[in-house]
């Protein structure tokens, strides 16, 4: 199995900038593609970025491009979302996903391509 923990959420003004995090752990972190989606009140959960597990590829949603920027280290087993020039639309409870596949046959962006979830972490952005 795979336990995954997101971190760094908070509050911060339009305009700023945070970095998730989330930490991987179980027997199969290696074959792990990951996946950051996002849920606002009321709304459906979104996808936002995905990276591979090599980390050569990596995707993002229209409305995040330019803006957020998704890495890995794997010797951490953790995954990174850089937001920058955040905006009150980005307020969400932000989640980590993991897909375990040897190989890559992504983009993986839909909810159902991944089978591992963390419990999430609140980003409030400010106007």
């Known amino acids: 199995q795979v336990q995954l923990v997101e971190s760094g959420g908070g509050l911060v003004q339009g305009g700023g900038s945070l970095r998730l995090s989330c930490a991987a752990s179980?027997?199969?972190?290696?074959?792990?593609?990951m996946g950051w989606f996002r849920q606002a009140p009321g709304k459906e959960r979104n996808f936002v970025s995905g990276i591979s597990r090599s980390g050569a590829s990596t995707y993002h949603a229209d409305s995040v491009k330019g803006r957020f920027t998704i890495s890995r280290d794997s010797a951490k087993n953790t995954v990174y979302l850089q937001m920058n020039r955040l905006t009150p639309e980005d307020t969400a409870i932000y989640y980590c996903?993991?897909?375990?596949?040897?190989?890559?046959?992504?983009?993986?962006?839909?909810?159902?391509?991944?089978?591992?979830w963390g419990q999430g972490t609140q980003v409030t952005v400010s106007s």
């Open positions: 996903a993991a897909k375990s596949s040897y190989l890559y046959t992504g983009p993986y962006t839909s909810e159902n391509d991944y089978g591992y």
């Open positions: 179980g027997r199969t972190t290696s074959y792990l593609h």
